[in-house]
């Protein structure tokens, strides 16, 4: 028997060790920023980075980064489900049924305006689900099922941060002026980031953000639904379930009713924000502002039209 | 640039104030102020993107297009790529202006359509003949009979068929009526090549046949398939394959060369009879085959053959019909100088023609006759003769031989021999002969003559007289109460008896004898023993007058016991009987006459002259001859080694007087 090394099998797999270490870094970049400031999404500082470092990267590395993320992406979306918050069983029903008419309103106005400004359909789901749901990781997650276009995918994530954070400044000034008391429901209900949920609910303190985080972990929840919506949209010949949203599932049930362990949440927060960090490396950004001002605009209506119905049902004394 | 790029920098700007200052005013944390920064670039970000969309696309598509040349400056280079590709257009402009201008020296007309109106128009004249102006605005319907976007189409304009391409809206009409004639003159070609019944054979430089048509195979019997690339040679017996080189190499040099009655084979084996054109296939002036035209002469020649034949058979039977006419003219002329009366009647009865001796004999000039009825010829007793014979023509009797009588233009009644001949157009042609009565009359032994009744006491003397005449062909009849056997005479018989002695009906059993020449003997013994005397002279006066006027024989009255007065007043109305004392028999006569005939024109007989001409046997002629030498009317000389027959001067004085 012969013993043959294949340098060039070698050469690569010492290439793919550096790079899975760099977004490795980058994930840990993000996560240590979120939790310095939570309105400061991990995945989002990851990808922001990912696509500064990408700029200088070449297509070797590149190739690198994708096929590593042929890997990474399903095992970190598999066990990003620990990172899920399921509703609490003592909230409101009434603010259940609110918050569920609130993320369809903002799914829908987000979706049919993104189509009426000329986006793709793909991307007007991406935006839809982002604002609707949970910002990045709803992205993420449909994005595994949808394989989408990297711009698409891309510009949703930049789209939906601007305008959230957009949205987390505002709220608190709002709602001090209206209503302190409902600042929560606001939040929850409307801004697509957990993070920014908590950054923007804080303002009126920890019970307030607990609160929000709980009319969010509704929204949340709601990916599971969507997920599977998606998978029975984009499905070519009969219904089929990619295997990471069945472990994805599976890990937001076990960790919600079993509790998870800190360290477990923070390796699959830092793997999912290294996935993000990932994608940024493979994206042109001439591709992404290319696409131009609809993506914001659309996701900026869904954010108003929210609000506005939000202030409607405060006006009415629904809420 | 700058115009674009600040209404984003003013834009962002504000938003970035705005947000600043609500977050300080309202107290909020100073970390928002990231979010500002971060809010400001996204929004920056995609303003750009959407500001510095269509200059990427310029980019992009100059660097797609490999039109964009590298420069650290991208307006720059964007800039001269934009130029150069202008400078390229402009280029492809006038190559486009150039091809234009090709393009309308061709037969074509190029035109936009809007909806179903003709907006653009370019070179209409070539197709339409009017102006481009003046087709701009007309309708699809106001030019187009048929219109096909991408096909053919008629056109009411100069050009009537056109072939219509279209990209777009735009349409390129292309005059292809050259090209229509040209196909249906290269159909009606390929129709005659395949339906011609003359041989076409396509062959290549090497004479290899190419294409063979429908009449090769009808001619030759091979398929098409059998032949195709088979040499020409394969029809062409071996010893005209040196006249077929021949014919190649005539065909290379002046273009075309012909084989007259050439023999070709077919499959079968059958030699056929060709005329050949073997003619040279050039295209743009090189040599690219052959083609050979056979036409099938073999039934022809056939045909030519039997024409020859017919030919000379027809020159036969015009030489014979030459002969046949000379023939005829000299018989003419025969009848026109013939001896004999010659005259012709046709089917009505009127005469025809009239022969010079007619002239003669009867008196009426050619130009007199020709017309008449032929009856003014006959006495009256026989004006139905006429009728007579054309009733035995009719019968189917070819020759009609008879003694009778004519009447010439004076009135004069003459006995003649009658031959009556059918014609073709149911006439018939008449010869008469005068009879020579005078010298029949001479030739008898007893000096009798017709249309004369004879009274005889004696009557042997009458019995020889009956069988004398009837030795001249007379019909003898006997009107007696004696027995026939008394007479020993072949002779009809009236037996006379008391039941038969009807006066009338004598007379009519007499006169109505047939023919002319009728020797009736009348023996009275028994009438004048009944003492019917006045009956029987009357009827001896009315068979006398009516055998005179009719001239139809001899009557010769006997009796022997009639009383001196009966006999003398018999006597007054008969004449006597008289033997000749010098009668020659008339056989003998003939020779005589015959002898004299040839003397007159210094012809000397032999005995075998004589046997051919009379067709008598050498006995009989010997015989003759003798009595002849013995009455001294001829002489028997020897001249050479052969001999031959003198007439005397005795001889000749009774021909003379005979005749």
């Not at chain 2, 014979?320 to 005829?328: A, K, P, V």
């Not at chain 2, 002329?333 to 023609?353: F, L, M, P, Q, W």
């Not at chain 2, 139905?384 to 010439?408: C, K, P, S, W, Y």
């Amino acid at each position: 028997m012969r013993f043959e090394i294949d340098v060039k099998k070698f050469t690569y797999a010492k290439n793919d060790i550096k790079i899975l270490a760099l977004l490795i870094m980058l994930g840990a970049i993000g996560f240590a920023v979120n939790t310095i400031d939570s309105g400061l999404d991990a995945l989002f500082i990851a990808f922001f980075l990912g696509i500064v470092l990408g700029h200088f990267m070449g297509n070797e590395e590149r190739h690198c980064v994708n096929r590593i993320l042929k890997i990474m992406l399903p095992i970190a979306i598999a066990l990003y489900g620990f990172n899920i918050y399921t509703p609490t069983l003592s909230i409101n029903p009434e603010k259940i049924l609110i918050t569920i008419a609130i993320s369809l309103t903002i799914f829908l106005s987000v979706y049919i305006s993104s189509l009426k400004l000329g986006n793709t359909r793909d991307l007007s789901i991406l935006l839809s689900c982002g604002s609707g749901i949970c910002g990045l990781s709803a992205i993420a997650i449909i994005s595994s099922i949808m394989k989408p276009k990297k711009y698409e995918f891309s510009s949703a994530i930049i789209a939906i941060t601007v305008v959230g954070l957009i949205c987390t400044v505002f709220y608190p000034v709002i709602a001090k002026l209206l209503f302190p008391e409902k600042l929560y429901l606001l939040a929850g209900s409307t801004l697509p980031q957990t993070g920014l949920v908590k950054i923007s609910s804080s303002v009126f303190g920890n019970e307030e953000v607990e609160k929000a985080l709980s009319i969010k972990s509704i929204r949340i929840a709601m990916i599971a639904v969507v997920a599977f919506l998606i998978s029975f949209i984009y499905s070519e010949k009969r219904f089929y379930v990619p295997w990471f949203i069945v472990a994805f599932l599976t890990t937001a049930f076990l960790g919600s009713y079993f509790g998870t362990a800190e360290f477990l949440r923070i390796f699959s927060a830092t793997l999912f924000a290294s996935t993000l960090a990932g994608i940024g490396m493979t994206v042109d950004l001439k591709e992404i502002y290319r696409v131009g001002l609809k993506p914001l605009i659309a996701v900026s209506i869904g954010a108003i039209t929210s609000f506005t119905i939000f202030i409607l049902l405060w006006l009415g004394g629904v809420v | 640039m700058i115009s674009r790029i600040a209404p984003i920098l003013v834009a962002t700007s504000s938003i970035s104030i705005l947000l600043t200052y609500v977050i300080l005013s309202n107290n909020l944390p100073l970390s928002f102020l990231i979010y500002v920064i971060i809010i400001t670039f996204g929004i920056g970000f995609f303003a750009f993107g959407s500001t510095f969309k269509h200059y990427f696309e310029i980019k992009e598509f100059l660097e797609s297009r490999n039109l964009l040349i590298s420069s650290k400056n991208e307006l720059k280079a964007i800039e001269i790529s934009v130029k150069n590709l202008i400078e390229e257009l402009d280029k492809t402009k006038n190559s486009f202006k150039s091809i234009l201008s090709a393009i309308s020296e061709l037969d074509v007309w190029i035109f936009e359509v809007e909806g179903d109106k003709i907006v653009k128009s370019m070179f209409s004249e070539n197709i339409l003949g009017i102006k481009d102006s003046e087709t701009v605005g007309k309708k699809i319907e106001d030019i187009f009979v048929k219109f096909n976007p991408n096909g053919e189409s008629e056109v009411k304009g100069k050009v009537k068929i056109v072939e219509l391409k279209s990209s777009g809206n735009i349409f390129i009409a292309r005059n292809i009526e050259r090209r229509k004639n040209l196909e249906r003159e290269l159909a009606l070609l390929k129709t005659v090549f395949e339906h011609s019944i003359d041989a076409i054979v396509l062959l290549d430089l090497d004479s290899k046949i190419v294409s063979w048509n429908k009449g090769a195979e009808l001619m030759f019997g091979y398929k098409a398939e059998e032949v195709i690339g088979k040499p020409f040679t394969i029809i062409v017996p071996q010893e005209f394959h040196e006249t077929c080189r021949k014919n190649f190499k005539k065909a290379i040099l002046e273009g075309y060369a012909k084989d007259i009655e050439s023999i070709r084979i077919a499959k079968n084996g059958e030699k056929i009879i060709v005329d050949q054109t073997l003619t040279s296939i050039y295209n743009e002036g090189e040599l690219i085959g052959f083609v050979s035209i056979m036409r099938d002469i073999t039934k022809r020649k056939e045909m030519e053959m039997k024409l020859l034949e017919t030919c000379d058979e027809l020159e036969r039977k015009t030489n014979d019909l030459i002969s046949l006419q000379r023939e005829l003219e000299y018989l003419a002329r025969i009848v026109e100088t013939s001896n004999d009366a010659i005259y012709s009647v046709d089917a009505e009865g009127k005469i025809k023609s009239w022969n010079r001796t007619a002239e003669k004999l009867l008196g009426w000039k050619r130009e007199e006759i020709i017309g008449k009825d032929s009856s003014i010829l006959l006495p009256e007793e026989i004006k139905n003769e006429t009728a007579v014979i054309m009733q035995r023509i009719r019968d189917g009797q070819r020759e009609l031989r008879f003694e009778t009588r004519r009447l010439t233009k004076g009135g004069e009644i003459i006995s003649v021999d009658v031959t009556v001949s059918p014609l073709d157009n149911s006439g018939f042609s008449v010869i008469l002969r005068p009879i020579a009565d005078s010298l029949e009359k001479r030739m008898f032994r007893f000096n009798v003559e017709r249309g004369r009744t004879y009274f005889t006491k004696d009557i042997y003397q009458a019995i020889e007289v009956l069988k004398d005449l009837k030795s001249f062909g007379y019909n003898a009849v006997i009107v007696s109460r004696r027995f026939p056997e008394e007479f020993k005479i072949d002779a009809r018989f009236y037996w006379l008896s008391d039941q038969s002695m009807d006066f009338e009906g004598i007379y009519d059993f007499i006169a109505t004898l047939e023919g002319w020449r009728n020797a009736v003997l009348i023996d009275l013994d028994y009438m004048l023993i009944k003492g019917k005397f006045n009956e029987a002279f009357t009827l001896i006066q009315k068979l006398r007058d009516i055998y005179y006027i009719l001239n139809k024989g001899i009557i010769i009255v006997h009796s022997a016991v009639i009383s001196k007065e009966g006999e003398a007043l018999l006597r007054a109305e008969c004449l006597e009987i008289k033997a000749k004392a010098s009668a020659i028999p008339p056989e003998a006569f003939e020779i005589l006459k015959l002898v004299y005939t040839k003397a007159r024109f210094g012809e000397k007989l032999s005995i075998k002259d004589i046997m051919n001409e009379l067709g008598v046997t050498r006995n009989t002629i010997k015989k003759r001859l003798s009595y002849l030498t013995e009455k001294g009317l001829i002489r028997v000389v020897k001249e050479g080694r052969e001999k031959v027959i003198e007439i005397t001067d005795e001889g000749k004085a009774i021909v003379i007087d005979a005749i």
